[in-house]
Nanobody, 115 residues
Framework: QVQLVESGGGLVQAGGSLRLSCAAS????????MRWYRQAPGKQRELVAG???????GYADSVKGRFTISRDNAKSTVYLQMNTLKPEDTAVYYC?????????WGQGTQVTVSS
């Protein structure tokens, strides 16, 4: 079993920045892909960014150039640096990891961007 603990969410004004972290612990036998998703009220959960164990990155068009995903394999942690935040970035952000053929979700952290 793998546990994911997220942190870094909060309230920020438009144009500001936040950095989310997600630390994995438990029965980890090499993490393959790490991702961040988000879900705004009344909307479906959407993929924001992902990073493979080899460092291949991918971003949703809506966050390209503003968000940066990274990972620290030694700490089993994935980060999401969010700059130039917009009110439409307001959502609950979830981390997701795949390892040994299983996937796990974090509990979510709220990000609120005020205009």
């Amino acid at each position: 079993q793998v546990q994911l603990v997220e942190s870094g969410g909060g309230l920020v004004q438009a144009g500001g920045s936040l950095r989310l972290s997600c630390a994995a612990s438990g029965s980890i036998f090499g993490i393959d892909v790490m991702r961040w998703y988000r879900q705004a009220p009344g909307k479906q959960r959407e993929l924001v960014a992902g990073i493979t164990s080899g460092g291949i990155l991918g971003y949703a068009d809506s966050v390209k150039g503003r968000f940066t995903i990274s990972r620290d394999n030694a700490k089993s942690t994935v980060y999401l640096q969010m700059n130039t935040l917009k009110p439409e970035d307001t959502a609950v952000y979830y981390c997701w990891v795949s390892t040994a053929g299983y996937v796990y979700w974090g509990q979510g952290t709220q990000v609120t961007v005020s205009s």
